[in-house]
Structure formats: C-alpha cells, structure tokens
C-alpha cells in the first residue's frame, strides 16, 4: 500500500507554485515528495516541496527544473540520485530498492496529454508500478492507450509495462531520475541484472521503433548476425530518439 501525495487536493487549487497552483503545475515537487517517501528517507510535504523548488530556482515558465530540485533537496534530505534514459537501467534500479521520477513527454500520451512528472516505486519482472499525483477518476479509460497499456490499482497507483514507460518518456532527455537511499543500497553482489530485451526480426520490434530500425536497416547502417537482427530495446529506443529529434539522416 502506498500513501500518495497528491497535487490534486481541492485545497491546492488555490495554493500557488510559482505562476501557476499546486494543483496545476505541481506534478515535479510531489513526485519527489512520493519517491522520498517510498524510500523511506522523508515525508515531506507538498507545500514545503514547492517552497524549496521556487527557492533553488527549480520553478521555471512551464513546470519544474527536476535537475535544480533534486540539486537542492539532495543536500536537504541526504539522497543519491543520477539520471538515465536507458529502460534496463530504470528496470535494475528499481529492482535494487531504488526509485525514480520519469519524465513524461508530449509525443506518446500515457501518463499526461503534456509534459508530466510522475514516481516509479517498484518493478516486478518487466511490469513498473507507478505512482501519479495528477488524479481524477476517468484518467486511465479517456483514452485506447490508457485503457489498453495501464492498470489501475488503487487510486493514484497505477502499473504498466517497462516498454511503455519507454514509449511515454522517449521525448525526453534525460528520461529517468533514479533515486536511491545510501543508507539502504544493496551491495553489488545482492543487485539483479538489468533484464534487456532483444529483437530478432523486424516484426517482433514494437510498431512506435520500426520506422527509425527500418530507415537504418534500408541505409545498411546495421545487419543482422546470423542469428537475426538481435537489436535491444534500449538500441531501438536510442535509434528511435535521434530519428524524432531530425538526426538520423540516411
């Protein structure tokens, strides 16, 4: 059971966070307050969050500079933190007690229909359990991608796939910060290994990563190995980002 913080709290509406409320814009600061949370490092409250990320310069025109935030409060609260967009490593993190805020884009609307911050707090297998302070009953069924790809469990827990957190983040760089509690990291030997998914042929990469493979594949930038094409997920995402961003010209 998860005790979420959440920005949308009828009280907030009328709580400013910079130019805008809590209610609003506040998804970056109560993400971080749900991450510290589940790892058992502070239960920090939303408004003081808030306080701190105007106070370091984290609020900017259009939500929250994670990298000022997490800056300031990993001096404040005492935690760990790097960033990846890497899918293996989020999953091997996770895995490892560690948790993490993803960065949700615009490009693939699974968690938000703009730019979104929300906490991944456990990994079981391949299946991330997230949790998202932006609430509201009809959230996960407004949408085929929602009802398809997203599990609710309890308010404001949700589970979906690694490849889905992949897709939803893939515009944004970088697309995971990863959290961990010094006092609680696992020794090297007591970690998993990142589980990494391969393709073999065309048709078994996820339709979101065929176009950028495709142009490549034509291109003869890569071949297979005589065992198929054996791309990882995490190639074919990396492939995927520079072909968005206008960088693969073939």
Not at 57 to 77: E, F, I, N, P, W
Not at 98 to 103: E, F, S, V
Not at 202 to 224: E, M, W
Request: glycine share 8%; aromatic share 10%; with cysteine.
């Amino acid at each position: 059971m998860y005790d979420v913080t959440f920005q949308t709290e009828v009280r907030y509406k009328s709580v400013k966070y910079g130019q805008g409320t809590i209610y609003s814009s506040a998804c970056g600061p109560a993400s971080l307050c749900n991450a510290l949370k589940v790892l058992g490092i502070a239960s920090v409250s939303l408004p003081t969050m808030c306080k701190l990320a105007v106070s370091c310069g984290a609020r900017v025109t259009g939500g929250t500079d994670m990298h000022q935030l997490l800056r300031a409060a990993s001096k404040k609260y005492a935690f760990a933190y790097r960033t990846t967009s890497k899918n293996a490593e989020l999953l091997a993190h996770l895995k490892s007690g560690g948790t993490a805020i993803l960065h949700a884009g615009t490009e693939y609307k699974l968690f938000s229909t703009s730019g979104h911050f929300v906490c991944a707090a456990a990994a079981k297998g391949s299946t991330i359990t997230v949790l998202d302070s932006y609430w509201y009953s009809s959230k996960y069924t407004s949408s085929a991608i929602r009802r398809n790809y997203v599990h609710v469990v309890n308010k404001g827990v949700v589970q979906t796939s690694l490849t889905q957190c992949g897709k939803a983040t893939i515009d944004r760089a970088p697309s995971y910060y990863l959290l961990s509690n010094p006092k609680q990291d696992a020794h090297p030997s007591e970690q998993e290994e990142p589980d990494m998914t391969y393709y073999k042929e065309f048709k078994d990469i996820p339709l979101y990563y065929q176009d950028a493979v495709k142009k490549l594949l034509d291109a003869g930038a890569i071949a297979g190995t005589g065992k198929g094409l054996e791309l990882s997920e995490d190639l074919c995402r990396a492939f995927t980002i520079l072909d968005k961003a206008g960088l693969l010209k073939l």
